[in-house]
C-alpha cells in the first residue's frame, strides 16, 4: 500500500500493519485528516484480504498434481484405452482403465472419476487422480474411468457439469464393450469435480435428460460448494468468483443444494476436517437437507488435507475401506471381490 506521498515521488511499500501503525500515528499528530486515514486503513484491509483470498487459492490450487500417473502400478493384466472422445472438445476425452479378465462370474462395475481443479485447472492423467484408485479398485476386478473436461475460462461449471454427463452417458453407452454394467456405475469427482458430481447427483433428471442412465451412487471428495448461495455471500476464496460470478441466479443455478429432489442418488460427502472453510459443515448442511427428502446421505470426515483425500483413496486403510463400505452397500454395486 502505497502512503500519500508528493508527487512525482517514488511510491513507498511498506508491510499492512507497519503502514497502518504509521497511518494512526500521522492521524495523531495531525499530518494526515482522520477521513483520509479512515479510508487509508479501509485500503489496507482490502489488500489485506485479497491477499488472504490469493494466499486460498494458491493453497487449493497447490492441491493439484498434474503428474502423470505410473501404469506399473497397476495391477498385472490391466489394460488403459487413452483418449477416448466423448465429444468434438479437445478437453473431451477421457481414459478407461481395464481390470485383468475377470474370474468371477457378470459384468463388472464402474468407478467413474471427475478432477478438481478450481473448474481451470486440472488433467484425468494426473498421479493423485489415479494410481491410487485405479490400483485398488482394478484389483477388484472394478472399471475405473477418469475423465477430462472443458474449464475455465472456455466453459462455466454449469456447462461442465452437462461435459459430466455426456461423458457418463458415453461410458454407459460403452459399457457392454468392457465387460462392464451401466447401471453398476458410482460417479466419483474430487473439489471441483466433487461440485459437478454433488449438481447432477441431487437432481439426476438433467443428466438424464442428456442421454444418462440412472447410477448406482455418488462419492464427493472433499467439496466446499455445496451450497453455493451462502458460500457466495460469506468469506470467499477468489477462486469462486472466477467460476460463478457475482449474479446471485447463477450461484442458485449451480448450487447442488438448492437442486435436491427425492431422486437424488445416494451420495457419501468425504470432508476434510484440516480446511479453514470448514467443508464439514456443509456436508452437514446438505445431509439434513436431503433427509428431509428421504435420501441417503453419509458423511465420513477424514484429518487429512485436500489433496490427500484425493490422493490417499485406494491406499490400505480405514479411510478406503469406509468408501469401500458405502460401495458396496449401494444396490447392484459390490466393489469387493
Given at each position: 500500500?502505497?502512503?500519500?506521498?508528493?508527487?512525482?515521488?517514488?511510491?513507498?511499500?511498506?508491510?499492512?500493519?507497519?503502514?497502518?501503525?504509521?497511518?494512526?500515528?500521522?492521524?495523531?499528530?495531525?499530518?494526515?485528516?482522520?477521513?483520509?486515514?479512515?479510508?487509508?486503513?479501509?485500503?489496507?484491509?482490502?489488500?489485506?484480504?485479497?491477499?488472504?483470498?490469493?494466499?486460498?487459492?494458491?493453497?487449493?490450487a497447490?492441491e493439484?498434481?498434474?503428474?502423470?500417473?505410473?501404469?506399473?502400478?497397476?495391477?498385472?493384466?490391466?489394460?488403459?484405452?487413452?483418449?477416448?472422445?466423448?465429444?468434438?472438445a479437445?478437453?473431451?476425452?477421457?481414459?478407461?482403465?481395464?481390470?485383468?479378465?475377470?474370474?468371477?462370474?457378470?459384468?463388472?462395475?464402474?468407478?467413474?472419476?471427475?478432477?478438481?481443479?478450481?473448474?481451470?485447472?486440472?488433467?484425468?492423467a494426473?498421479?493423485?487422480?489415479?494410481?491410487?484408485?485405479?490400483?485398488?479398485?482394478?484389483?477388484?476386478?472394478?472399471?475405473?474411468?477418469?475423465?477430462?473436461?472443458?474449464?475455465?475460462?472456455?466453459?462455466?461449471?454449469?456447462?461442465?457439469?452437462?461435459?459430466?454427463?455426456?461423458a457418463?452417458?458415453?461410458?454407459q453407452?460403452?459399457?457392454?464393450?468392457?465387460?462392464?454394467?451401466?447401471?453398476?456405475?458410482?460417479?466419483?469427482?474430487?473439489s471441483?469435480?466433487?461440485?459437478?458430481?454433488?449438481?447432477?447427483?441431487?437432481?439426476?433428471?438433467?443428466?438424464?435428460?442428456?442421454?444418462?442412465?440412472?447410477?448406482?451412487?455418488?462419492?464427493?471428495?472433499?467439496?466446499?460448494?455445496?451450497?453455493?448461495?451462502?458460500?457466495?455471500?460469506?468469506?470467499?476464496?477468489?477462486?469462486?468468483?472466477?467460476?460463478?460470478?457475482?449474479?446471485?441466479?447463477?450461484?442458485?443455478?449451480?448450487?447442488?443444494?438448492?437442486?435436491?429432489?427425492?431422486?437424488?442418488?445416494?451420495?457419501?460427502?468425504?470432508?476434510?476436517?484440516?480446511?479453514?472453510?470448514?467443508?464439514?459443515?456443509?456436508?452437514?448442511?446438505?445431509?439434513?437437507?436431503?433427509?428431509?427428502?428421504?435420501?441417503?446421505?453419509?458423511?465420513?470426515?477424514?484429518?487429512?488435507?485436500?489433496?490427500?483425500?484425493?490422493?490417499?483413496?485406494?491406499?490400505?486403510?480405514?479411510?478406503?475401506?469406509?468408501?469401500?463400505?458405502?460401495?458396496?452397500?449401494?444396490?447392484?454395486?459390490?466393489?469387493g471381490?
Amino acid at each position: 500500500m502505497s502512503l500519500p506521498r508528493p508527487q512525482g515521488s517514488t511510491p513507498l511499500r511498506l508491510a499492512p500493519r507497519i503502514a497502518a501503525a504509521l497511518l494512526a500515528a500521522l492521524a495523531l499528530l495531525g499530518g494526515t485528516p482522520p477521513a483520509e486515514a479512515g479510508r487509508l486503513r479501509e485500503a489496507l484491509e482490502a489488500r489485506r484480504a485479497e491477499r488472504a483470498g490469493a494466499a486460498a487459492d494458491d493453497a487449493l490450487a497447490g492441491e493439484v498434481d498434474e503428474r502423470p500417473a505410473s501404469a506399473s502400478a497397476l495391477p498385472a493384466g490391466s489394460q488403459v484405452l487413452h483418449d477416448l472422445a466423448y465429444g468434438t472438445a479437445s478437453r473431451q476425452k477421457l481414459d478407461v482403465y481395464l481390470p485383468p479378465a475377470a474370474s468371477g462370474s457378470g459384468p463388472a462395475a464402474i468407478v467413474l472419476m471427475v478432477h478438481g481443479g478450481g473448474w481451470r485447472l486440472g488433467d484425468k492423467a494426473a498421479d493423485r487422480v489415479v494410481a491410487n484408485k485405479a490400483a485398488h479398485w482394478l484389483a477388484q476386478g472394478v472399471v475405473f474411468v477418469s475423465i477430462n473436461y472443458r474449464l475455465l475460462p472456455q466453459a462455466e461449471p454449469l456447462a461442465q457439469a452437462e461435459d459430466v454427463t455426456r461423458a457418463l452417458a458415453y461410458v454407459q453407452a460403452q459399457a457392454g464393450e468392457w465387460h462392464a454394467d451401466p447401471q453398476r456405475l458410482v460417479l466419483m469427482g474430487h473439489s471441483a469435480g466433487a461440485h459437478l458430481i454433488a449438481l447432477l447427483s441431487a437432481d439426476p433428471a438433467r443428466a438424464i435428460a442428456l442421454g444418462a442412465r440412472p447410477w448406482a451412487g455418488s462419492v464427493a471428495l472433499d467439496s466446499a460448494a455445496l451450497d453455493l448461495v451462502q458460500l457466495m455471500e460469506g468469506r470467499h476464496a477468489r477462486l469462486y468468483d472466477r467460476a460463478f460470478g457475482a449474479d446471485p441466479a447463477t450461484w442458485r443455478a449451480a448450487s447442488p443444494q438448492h437442486h435436491l429432489s427425492t431422486q437424488a442418488v445416494p451420495m457419501l460427502l468425504v470432508c476434510s476436517t484440516r480446511r479453514a472453510d470448514d467443508p464439514c459443515a456443509q456436508a452437514n448442511r446438505y445431509a439434513a437437507a436431503a433427509k428431509t427428502l428421504g435420501v441417503r446421505t453419509e458423511i465420513l470426515p477424514q484429518p487429512l488435507s485436500h489433496g490427500d483425500i484425493n490422493g490417499q483413496l485406494g491406499l490400505p486403510g480405514a479411510y478406503t475401506a469406509a468408501v469401500d463400505g458405502f460401495l458396496s452397500s449401494l444396490p447392484g454395486f459390490r466393489s469387493g471381490p
